[in-house]
């Protein structure tokens, strides 16, 4: 991890000797310089540029858990009762956050590679437990200990995942990369939204959709080989021992404690699911509007995902002020929904709407202006995940720096989802979880104030990135 630049950029051997992606002449110096490298050509080329490596990312993401997202979307899977569900996801977000801690550590030593393999893996497992439930529904035992092994997976797989997507791209070209990976993930909840009855067969296409999703990872780059667009070398730290690397999680704390201002919007990142999914989408509506909801939720992702993707990456404007603007953005954001959502959520309590209650379709009165609301919520979900992304992206290039950042960020985000899922279990009323959601989602911009005026500059030297 630690290593002068000379080592990190110097001569590489078989891609450069290929065309690069500058016309030489108009930079000749660059050309010469030896931390520039030359990019290769044709087909070979084509593989190893950085978009094409994320589009890849974003459809083993596609895949896997952008079906899981399409299933808990739908409210309890779609079919199983929401308190089984509600552990499940909560036995998930519990292991997630311990394996995500540590999986910056098993990235690096492992390479991101087989670490997104192995993390993609659990996917099938756990949408197969909600086949086994709807065959033998006293087996809710089985849905919440793959929720365990899930958990344990999307540490390594959201840990790699971020790593790369934050490495490949040039600075300012990482808000346009977070917005394809964004948008190819969410097209998994597009078509699992698609799906208006869930059946036998629907778990069974998603898992064999998931099964070959997992497979991709052994087919994507060596990002030891990656050359971003500037010529720049794409860095991976080199069999570094256990001890190193969990060393090197506490340097990366030392050295960059300005992530801890992060801390909290990383901890509201997933903790609104839970209302929007389970109290809000599975309480009012019945599959029909549900799975419309979906629809309408995921596709505004990604529209929410680009825009401010491309907003993040106008280099005509300072990084700072790009950060400043999309943090202005959020508020907007954040409080548009939530006062909107509280004129709705005042109307019903968990026990104002029995389990088999007839409830709310398409063509009654009143879903126009409820479908709009979860668009609206669509569209902050993806611009404060895409915004965080970028946040951690200004701190570093680093992919090892990166791949800590990614696991702090998928652990702290998990811990508050385990801690959400649970209470809504718990049965918590329908208000508190609402308010408490809104009051995360303020708090997570104001800590992260200071951090965007101390930490975002508008270049990261490598030179002072090493651990």
């Known amino acids: ?33 030896p931390n520039i490298h030359l990019r290769p050509a044709g087909l070979k080329g084509v593989f190893y540029y950085p978009y094409t490596q994320v589009v890849l990312l974003g459809f083993v993401c596609f895949s896997c858990p952008g079906l899981f997202n399409a299933l808990n979307g739908l409210g309890a899977g779609g079919q199983v009762d929401t308190t089984t569900s509600a552990n499940a996801n909560s036995t998930l977000y519990a292991t997630f956050a311990v394996a995500a801690f540590f999986a910056g550590s098993i990235n690096n030593v492992l390479g991101p590679r087989m670490t997104l393999f192995l993390g993609s893996s659990g996917y099938a497992i756990y949408i197969g437990s909600y086949l086994v439930v709807n065959i033998h529904q006293n087996a809710g035992g089985f849905v919440i200990a793959a929720g365990a092994i899930l958990g344990f997976c999307a540490g390594l797989l959201w840990t790699a995942q971020g790593s790369l997507m934050l490495a490949y791209p040039t600075e300012d070209q990482k808000g346009k990369s977070i917005g394809i990976f964004w948008s190819i993930f969410n097209l998994g909840g597009v078509v699992g939204a698609a799906v208006s009855l869930v059946s036998n067969g629907t778990y069974i296409g998603f898992m064999i959709l998931t099964g070959m999703g997992s497979l991709i990872p052994l087919f994507m780059a060596d990002p030891d080989k990656m050359i971003r667009t500037d010529g720049t070398k794409v860095t991976t730290p080199h069999q570094p021992s256990w001890k190193t690397e969990i060393y090197g999680l506490y340097v990366a704390l030392r050295t960059d404690p300005l992530i801890v201002l992060l801390f909290p919007m990383f901890f509201a990142s997933n903790w609104f699911y839970t209302w929007q999914f389970n109290d809000y989408n599975a309480a009012l509506f019945n599959i029909r509007a549900r799975s419309l909801n979906n629809l309408v939720y995921w596709n505004s992702q990604i529209i929410g995902s680009v825009s401010i993707g491309l907003l993040l990456d106008q280099h005509q404007f300072r990084r700072r002020a790009r950060a400043f603007a999309a943090w202005s953005i959020l508020l907007v954001f954040v409080l548009i929904v939530h006062i909107w959502a509280f004129f709705y959520q005042r109307t019903y309590t968990r026990q104002s709407i029995p389990p088999y209650a007839s409830k709310m379709d398409i063509y009654d009165k009143g879903y126009a202006g409820h479908i709009f609301l979860y668009i609206f919520c669509g569209l902050l979900d993806s611009m404060w995940q895409t915004t965080a992304y970028w946040m951690m992206g200004a701190m570093s290039n680093d992919p090892a720096r990166l791949a800590y950042f990614a696991g702090f960020y998928k652990s702290i985000q998990s811990a508050g989802a385990a801690g959400v899922w649970r209470a809504d279990a718990m049965k918590v009323p329908y208000m508190n979880l609402f308010l408490s959601t809104w009051a995360l989602l303020v708090a997570g911009l104001v800590f992260s104030l200071p951090m965007i005026h101390l930490r975002v500059k508008d270049h990261t030297d490598v030179e002072c990135e090493d651990l």
């Open 1 to 33: 991890m630690s290593g002068n630049p000379s080592e990190k950029h110097g001569p590489s051997s078989g891609v450069d000797s290929a065309v690069h992606d500058y016309d030489p002449s108009s930079s000749p110096a660059l050309i010469d310089s």
